[in-house]
């Protein structure tokens, strides 16, 4: 994790008279998990909605693996090997589970070898291969949602608030899959509200507040930090989940 492969200098990003992100600097270390913290509203969603160019930065430079990609067209940033899981589960709902992983696979038919590592993964969907992803549930369409994300080999991969509203079986689920993604040498970047999640998880962590990164560092340093977590979060860490 030693070389950055995201940065973020300086990002301004308005919707419409709102001015959201205010100056966010942010590195992303190559390999492993950095945790984006934050409380509602502090500008996390937009933070990933900006790096893939859904919503325009008004200044500043976005980098991803040495080139500027702050100006160019979502399609291209997606294809120079970014990923992006948004909150709100992008599935095809009236498509099968297969239907949308073969979708998902650009880079030709779906071979064995990926949907092992999928099925590996998330077993739920082996067993739901056939059936339309509409019927699956709130968890199981979530983990179909990052699963379009990983059958094809990412630089990078964007995913926001992944935990959000699932039964506690299903966040462990959802944490051991992606503890076998951070053993592939994965790197993501992960917008999180499930502090025991970002605790297990992260390798490094930023703190957005009022459209600013206010802390970055080691996640090690912030979970063993109680006072930190408090100045930075209002909260403890260890004592919310």
Known sequence: MSDALLTLEGVH?????????QGVDLVVP???????????????????????????ASQGTIRFAGADVTARPTPDIASAGIAYVPENMSIFSGLTVRENLVLAARAGPLQAGKLERIFSLFPALERFYGLAAGAL??????????????????????????????????????????????????????????????RMLGDTVAVMDDGRIVHHGAMAELAADHALQHRL????????Q
């Open 233 to 240: 979060l209002g909260l403890h860490l260890d004592t919310h």
């Open 137 to 198: 549930s709130g968890g199981q369409k979530q983990m179909l949602s990052i699963a379009r994300a990983l059958i094809e080999p990412r630089d990078l991969i964007l995913i926001d608030e992944p935990t959000k509203g699932l039964a506690p079986a299903i966040v462990t689920n959802m944490i051991r899959a992606f503890r076998e993604v951070k053993k592939a040498g994965a790197t993501v970047l992960l917008v999180e509200q499930n502090f025991m999640a970002a």
């Open 13 to 21: 990003t308005h919707i419409g008279r709102y001015h959201i992100l």
């Open 30 to 56: 190559r390999g492993g998990f950095t945790i984006l913290l934050g409380r509602n509203g502090a500008g996390k969603t937009t933070t990933l909605r900006t790096i893939m160019g859904l919503w325009r």
